[in-house]
């Protein structure tokens, strides 16, 4: 107890100090001293000279007069100055809040965090919750660089070092209802499109979450192996990952539920969305940066078709532990491996050396062992 009042007047008797040294100073002295390690414009420079010394003017003679003094004025005249001087100063501070405030909104900094209900509330106002890229220090750094002319102190906290990731958000609106396994490629089909449209991209990776309707089933399987092939000639490997069942909302879900929760806002402001057109337009208005694709029946249609083409396919063994499948597409006839862990050391047309493999064959016709 003792120590904390110690720190306690410590503290005080400092503040004093520096109250009693400021009250000394010429107007030269305290506005260097207040811009010190700091950029400012001249001007900005010149303006608050000239307000520190009509401040000691007007302090001196006019806060000193006998009538300000008789009607006990000299408190409000002095708050009212001051108030004045520091107008200027707080316009330079609130640039400086824009462009932190913007800085850390850029995808390149930070990443929307997932699901339609993580969000914080201030002010009846809700924002998406946002998650650092990188550490707080590399970020200063940065912040330093686009921002010369400004110099902020930072503030460290502890972040997992992990490289910083350009992220690039892709989202589809579709017309047909269904989730099935067609139409879920048909939503993938332009997202590859626009990543393979440098045909040096050779190695493909997918994560998905691991329902058996949907992702991890045979059907699935055949598309990866060669749908592929078929659409996309370049792409030598493929890799998907599946996580584990019940692992909750990831950063796969975070896009979807942003924008889902930016339409209820819109209709609950009294906009009519009477179309998925109108929806895409509002959408890609308020989020350029979004990659948004509307996807027709049809698309879902030529899928399905693919797939009804196929010969029939038997069942993977053990389908429900796979959590990593691997093709090696350059082979004539593709390569599938399908593991329990995934792993990425191993080549994808051979066994894995780590975890075994407890199934293998065609993409065409998997055979189970």
Excluded at 252 to 266: C, E, F, H, S
Excluded at 279 to 296: F, R, S, T, V
Aim: charged share 30%; aromatic share 8%.
């Amino acid at each position: 107890m003792a120590e904390k009042y110690q720190k306690c007047y410590a503290r005080q008797k400092k503040r004093s100090e520096v109250q009693a040294t400021q009250k000394n100073m010429t107007p030269n002295t305290k506005v260097y001293h207040f811009l010190q390690g700091r950029t400012v414009d001249s001007d900005v420079r010149t303006e608050l000279f000239k307000g520190e010394v009509l401040k000691n003017q007007i302090l001196k003679k006019s806060l000193g007069g006998k009538t300000v003094k008789k009607y006990r004025m000299q408190s409000a005249l002095r708050f009212q100055i001051r108030n004045a001087v520091s107008h200027k100063v707080n316009k330079v501070k609130q640039k400086i809040r824009e462009k932190v405030y913007k800085f850390f909104h850029d995808d390149e900094n930070t990443t929307l965090s997932p699901g339609k209900k993580d969000v914080i509330t201030r002010n009846k106002i809700r924002k998406q919750k946002r998650y650092l890229n990188t550490t707080m220090k590399e970020l200063h750094e940065r912040f330093a660089q686009q921002n010369p002319d400004i110099r902020i102190s930072v503030t460290y906290c502890r972040v997992s070092d992990i490289a910083p990731v350009k992220a690039v958000y892709f989202c589809k609106l579709s017309e047909c209802t269904h989730q099935n396994l067609p139409a879920i490629w048909a939503s993938l089909e332009p997202i590859l499109e626009d990543v393979l449209h440098d045909d040096r991209v050779r190695v493909l990776y997918f994560m998905s979450d691991s329902p058996q309707n949907q992702y991890r089933n045979k059907k699935n399987f055949h598309l990866l192996g060669e749908y592929l092939k078929v659409r996309f000639p370049s792409v030598r490997s493929v890799i998907w990952n599946f996580t584990e069942a019940d692992h909750r909302k990831g950063a796969l879900d975070g896009v979807g539920g942003y924008l889902k929760r930016t339409a209820d806002n819109i209709i609950s402001s009294g906009h009519d969305v009477n179309n998925i057109n109108i929806l895409h337009d509002i959408l890609k208005e308020h989020y350029p940066n979004i990659k948004l694709w509307i996807i027709g029946v049809d698309s879902v249609l030529k899928v399905d078709s693919f797939l009804s083409t196929a010969a029939e396919l038997k069942t993977v063994k053990r389908t429900m532990n796979v959590h990593q499948v691997t093709a090696a597409l350059g082979h004539p006839k593709t390569k599938m491996n399908y593991r329990t862990l995934s792993c990425e050391e191993c080549e994808l047309s051979k066994n894995c050396e780590h975890n075994g493999i407890f199934s293998s064959g065609t993409s065409h016709l998997p055979k189970s062992k």
